[in-house]
């Protein structure tokens, strides 16, 4: 019979077991498949008003004609009014001397323009082709969009006449989480404020953005170009500007209804740390599949929308959930996901997040998003949104970062990353909600 007062295995045993496990388990990474993901060529280059350019490429885009350009501001304002009346201006007959809007005459050119703006980011997105003969009236159509920009009042009042302010969910969360510290937001827009906030943010240019192949004399057209484009542009970061300042953030959780009535949507917001490494943006993008996911399965919910702002200093994300007719519950509070310990905020405490809970369940996730990456990642208009809305050249995640190191990131992601990522970005005491009723 074994003295249970002797250990089971002597020491050099355990430490040849130990060193055995840990072997074993090396092999094991070493074995376990890659994802095919692609590790894209980053360069580099200022303009000569020092305006920092920033073109990524890569090797399956040999031969596509395709290229994105992102002009990133920082004309940070929480006035969302003013920045909406500002880029709809810039969107519609701003060339001088036409009629036309800019995308009606960028079309003939096989190019379009896009915007996006949130609290701190305004963007500026024009889609163009590669090949000379029409990359260059594409930049000299920009070049005299953005440097001769002609507001014209007649327009300014039609577009004022038909009530645009319609606050979308995403800009009405943004009032609620954050808050200007030292301005007074504008009442009434004149088109005088227009022009000045455009004049504010060609001052304070941040990056700009190449996506996509380019040959030597395609390169050599862009150089030229935004160099005439940006000549009378200033950099933001040169004289050390930042309007961060201008925004501060509400410091305690909040839930505002509006009307009476059946509960028609529940709108959500959160405030986040800044997103550091891929690791952390992983995590985000898990976590919000996960709440995606888990809700839209409930009977109860017609839909959801969730976005995120991963801005460089005071990043955010918000949702929206949309009941059914059938939904007649009168205490929201009481609503639940369809199991008893998952509620509408398991997602802002990440004890309680499913893909927490349940190992299987981040697996499964993970997967699914892997095999999006290999898919995603093959897009030039895909890295030209994580290069305009997700990384930033003044933070620690910069698109040349983020190309180096995401294949790495997801190669090696693990369950523990995961827990740890989301208690380092999640602040749940910022948690803003409405309940709308009707």
Known sequence: ????????????????????????IWLLNLTAPSAKLPTPNIEQWTTDSGIPVVWLNQDAWQGSDKLEIRFSFRAVTTDTKLIQSTLAMLMSDALPLSTASVNQRLSPLAAKATTYYDHENQILGLTVSNNPSYLIPSLKLTKSWLTQTAFKSRTFDNWQGRNPYQQTVQHELEQILFFQQNTTPINQITLSDVKEYYQKMTQSVATIYLVGDMSEQSQNIVKAGLNAITEQFSPIFAANKSGSEAIDLTSLSALIQQNQGVLWQTRSALALSPVNTVQQW????????????????????????????????????????????????????NITTGEPDISLKSFVFVEQVPSIKNKKRFEQL????????????????????????????DSKLTLETFAQDYKEAVDNFRYEDYQLALRQLINAQTYQEIQVYQ
């Open 366 to 393: 993970l997967e699914n998003l892997i095999i999006q990456l290999e898919e995603n990642t093959l897009s030039p208009t895909w890295w030209s949104v994580i290069a305009g809305q997700f990384t930033h050249q």
């Open 1 to 24: 019979m074994r003295d249970k007062s002797k250990p089971l295995f002597s020491r050099p045993v355990l430490a040849a077991i130990m060193l055995f496990s840990t072997l074993a």
């Open 282 to 333: 992983l995590s985000l993008q898990i976590w919000g599949t996960d709440l995606v996911d888990s809700l839209n399965a409930q009977e109860h919910i017609d839909f959801v929308q969730l976005a995120l702002a991963l801005s460089p200093h005071h990043p955010w994300v918000w949702w929206n959930v949309q009941y059914s007719q059938a939904n007649q519950y009168a205490d929201v509070s």
